[in-house]
T-cell receptor, first 108, second 116 residues
């Protein structure tokens, strides 16, 4: 079955510390994976997608098919990175399968 | 066009009542998706449309739920005989539906339903 797992509900770090938000997936086929972010009182928005291999706001994510993972990383966290982060898998028809989400809290 | 809009933003109803939500997608987007999000969980897919055709419905969508997109523009999601378990955030998203290409889904602000 297609599934996305985010093992951490809350991740708390200090400003300037490295951040890694974990995401594992289960999918039969070639996966398309994304990270979505939801800042306080804002709507859900796309942060980055694996096929673009881009860095957005200092965040990167590498698809590791051997480990079925798509972890989100940033070398130096900023207070404005505090938000809910959702890993998502593109399923047939373009519908998204989301993980449970990880709340990132960056303390000053 | 300021993005996907949803109405109402909040709805409080009593158990057994019917409710209807509306979603207005970005105008040139032919695909429209409905998701439901409960507390502490990520969004879960409910159904989606390509133009006016409803192409897929999740098992989560019981017989009490119905969705329409009559003219291929806005969509409505109706819940009949609401139950307390229907309390959730209902999200709408839209995207271009070009074959063979992924296009970003843009989400609305959601409608928060509370069933008393």
């Amino acid at each position: 079955a297609q599934r996305v797992t985010q093992p951490e509900k809350l991740l708390s770090v200090f400003k300037g510390a490295p951040v890694e938000l974990k995401c594992n997936y289960s999918y039969s086929g070639s996966p398309e994976l994304f990270w979505y972010v939801q800042y306080s009182r804002q709507r859900l928005q796309l942060l980055l997608r694996h096929i673009s291999r881009e860095s957005i706001k200092g965040f990167t994510a590498d698809l590791n098919k051997g480990e079925t993972s798509f972890h989100l990383k940033k070398p130096f966290a900023q207070e404005e990175d505090s938000a809910m982060y959702y890993c998502a898998l593109n399923n047939q028809g373009g519908k998204l399968i989301f993980g449970q989400g990880t709340e990132l809290s960056v303390k000053p | 066009d300021t993005g996907v809009s949803q109405d109402p933003r909040h709805k409080i109803t009593k158990r057994g009542q019917n409710v209807t939500f509306r979603c207005d997608p970005i105008s040139e987007h032919n695909r429209l998706y409905w998701y439901r999000q409960t507390l502490g969980q990520g969004p879960e897919f409910l159904t989606y449309f390509q133009n006016e055709a409803q192409l897929e419905k999740s098992r989560l969508l019981s017989d009490r739920f119905s969705a329409e997109r009559p003219k291929g523009s806005f969509s409505t999601l109706e819940i009949q005989r609401t139950e307390q378990g229907d309390s959730a955030m209902y999200l709408c998203a839209s995207r271009q539906g070009l074959a063979g290409a992924y296009n970003e889904q843009f989400f609305g602000p959601g409608t928060r339903l509370t069933v008393l």
